[in-house]
């Protein structure tokens, strides 16, 4: 088996072993594989390993790459998939009970992008439930249990791609395929101390992914530097006619490389101000740091506020609306009392009382409120804040009830989320409880490449990125 | 204005007709513990709606959900007119 610390190399380092035949790619799918099997199970993170596909698909780019046929940065890279998108004779269970058994006859389209490029499945990574599509309170809403953080098994991954969170932080995969409607990506990146990204909405197909807001659910990649997110992203994102709101052809295409990514001028930040209602101790000076370290190398930062106005109102019941009509099935027949969170099993009968004429009021404001946050970006590439207002939080804290509270109408991720934007989370610090910090950036839709230049130019002067967990307390 | 919930005794009436609408068509499958949970749960979307309902707009403002005009693959807008 190859060594540890060849398993937490970058999908970038991997790939040019692998070009130059200094790695096997089936050597190197055996030892995720093998590392998969033995951590995998203590933390909850995978729903289904595949080994045979991968070793199929490891053998076939061997063969491929000793005949000459490189195919490119992800050929012969072994990688996770979230468990809601279909994988051809496999079960997809959504991570949810009621569909336990669930297998598709046919592969995702992002499925088929990565088969084409050479890439290697290992497994499909737990999830929460629906995706917290019909609501959760807490991190054992999942079919396979609660997914635990490899920084501390005590604390949670955060939801709901929380088994590729937990994969690519402990090293079980170089990089796992998220899934975001509002902050299922950027939240899990934040707590496990890895890379995440959010692509722009509608650049990569949702064919044969599961379903909860059709107007706000995303792809996206998950890894361990911004540039993997990059790599990952140009193999995965272009026009699909099975999407409907997929970009069109010429737009949704996103070629990549460092060089093409770095703006022709100094970046122009924009540091969020009054998005958090409260940031715990030490997070708040852990993004200045990082913002300083950008603004040494030549990015100008300035604060910036959200104007006030209902981005998170608006973005929860678009979700609550849509995710009612994508599950209808599942809550008409009253499956969804089989879901394990009380919150999932009945908050599907309260949504279907929203009324057509609600549906389009929100997504009217939206319109306005999609044309204000654009408006910022004449100012700024990209706008700051942390990935999440916390570290990860411990199994013991109370459930969270969705229903609690004033509503907190500016949080980043309801802003960024309803209006299609970009946003990629990177590592800065860590908690007093030696918990991983992130740093997140947001751009203006279709500006990607805004984003991973913000989070690439804080990667290449800082290492967080290389810390890895303490492991052993895992697998001693 | 209700003191908890912050909520008009209008918008707290359409809760109470709300929920009794969910009890008369899903009341077989809720203990009185989740009717109580789906009211609160009402009381918070309405909460929601009412911010935006109180987003003024106009006639013209279009909704963020609009039919796209589909053509042949492989063909533009242009070339199908």
Redesign the interface.
């Known amino acids: 088996m190859l060594a540890e610390d060849v398993l937490f190399l970058s999908v970038r380092e991997l790939g040019e072993r692998i070009r130059t035949r200094k790695l096997s790619p089936i050597e190197l799918a055996e030892s995720y594989l093998h590392r998969s099997k033995r951590i995998g199970p203590k933390l909850n993170a995978y729903v289904t390993l595949t080994p045979e596909l991968a070793m199929r698909q490891a053998y076939a780019a061997e063969k491929d790459i000793a005949g000459g046929h490189y195919r490119g940065p992800l050929h012969g890279i072994p990688y996770a998939a979230k468990d809601l998108v279909a994988v051809q004779g496999y079960p997809t269970t959504w991570g949810a009970r009621p569909y336990a058994s669930q297998k598709f006859d046919f592969n995702a389209t992002v499925i088929e992008r990565l088969n084409n490029a050479g890439a290697v499945l290992i497994g499909k990574a737990a999830m929460i439930e629906l995706a917290g599509g019909l609501g959760y309170s807490d991190g054992n809403a999942s079919l396979t249990g609660s997914c635990k953080n490899p920084w501390n098994t005590d604390y949670w991954t955060c939801g709901s791609s929380s088994g590729s969170g937990a994969i690519v932080a402990a090293g079980l995969a170089p990089w796992a395929l998220g899934s975001d409607t509002r902050g299922s990506i950027i939240c899990p990146a934040s707590w496990c101390g890895i890379a995440g990204m959010r692509p722009s909405f509608g650049r990569v197909s949702r064919f044969g992914a599961m379903a909860i807001a059709y107007?706000m659910d995303k792809l996206g990649p998950m890894a361990r530097t911004a540039d993997d997110c990059g790599l990952v992203l140009s193999v995965i994102a272009g026009h699909d006619?099975q999407d409907?709101d997929s970009l069109p052809a010429g737009v949704a295409e996103f070629p990549y490389s460092p060089f093409i990514t770095a703006p022709p001028r100094p970046l122009r930040i924009g540091r969020l101000t009054n998005v958090w209602r409260e940031m715990e101790p030490g997070l708040e000076n852990c993004i200045n740091d990082a913002l300083k370290v950008l603004e040494r190398n030549g990015a100008k930062i300035s604060d910036v506020e959200i104007p006030d106005?209902?981005y998170e109102?608006?973005a929860?019941?678009t979700i609550?609306i849509e995710a009612t009509s994508a599950f209808q099935e599942l809550i008409a027949s009253?499956r969804c009392?089989d879901l394990i969170d009380?919150?999932g099993?009945?908050?599907g009968?309260?949504?279907?009382?929203?009324s057509a004429d609600?549906y389009?009021?929100?997504?009217?404001?939206?319109?306005?409120l999609?044309k204000q946050i654009n408006k910022l970006f004449d100012d700024f590439d990209v706008l700051a804040t942390a990935g999440e207002s916390s570290a990860a939080s411990p199994f013991t804290a109370p459930p969270e009830e969705?229903?609690?509270g004033?509503?907190a109408?500016r949080e980043p991720d309801g802003i960024s989320s309803l209006c299609g934007l970009p946003a990629l989370s990177v590592p800065c610090g860590f908690s007093r409880d030696k918990l991983p910090f992130g740093v997140q950036f947001i751009a203006r839709a279709l500006n990607d490449h805004a984003v991973i230049a913000a989070a690439h130019s804080f990667q290449v002067h800082t290492d967080w990125h290389r810390q890895r967990p303490p492991i052993g307390f895992v697998d001693p | 204005m209700h003191p908890v919930t912050g909520l008009s005794a209008a918008q707290l009436a359409d809760v109470e007709a709300k929920l009794a609408n969910v009890v008369r068509k899903y009341g077989a499958r809720l203990t009185e513990s989740e009717r109580q949970h789906i009211r609160k749960i009402l009381v918070y979307n309405e909460t929601m709606l009412a911010s935006i309902r109180s987003f003024r707009l106009k006639n013209g403002d279009s909704p963020a959900s609009v039919l796209k005009v589909s053509f042949a693959e492989g063909t533009t807008p242009k070339e199908k007119s």
Request: net charge neutral; proline share 8%; charged share 25%.
């Open positions: 107007s006619s409907h106005a209902p109102e608006a929860e019941l609550l009253g009392a009380p919150v099993r009945i908050n009968y309260a949504s279907m009382e929203f609600e389009l009021r929100v997504q009217r404001v939206r319109t306005y999609q969705d229903s609690a004033p509503v109408r």
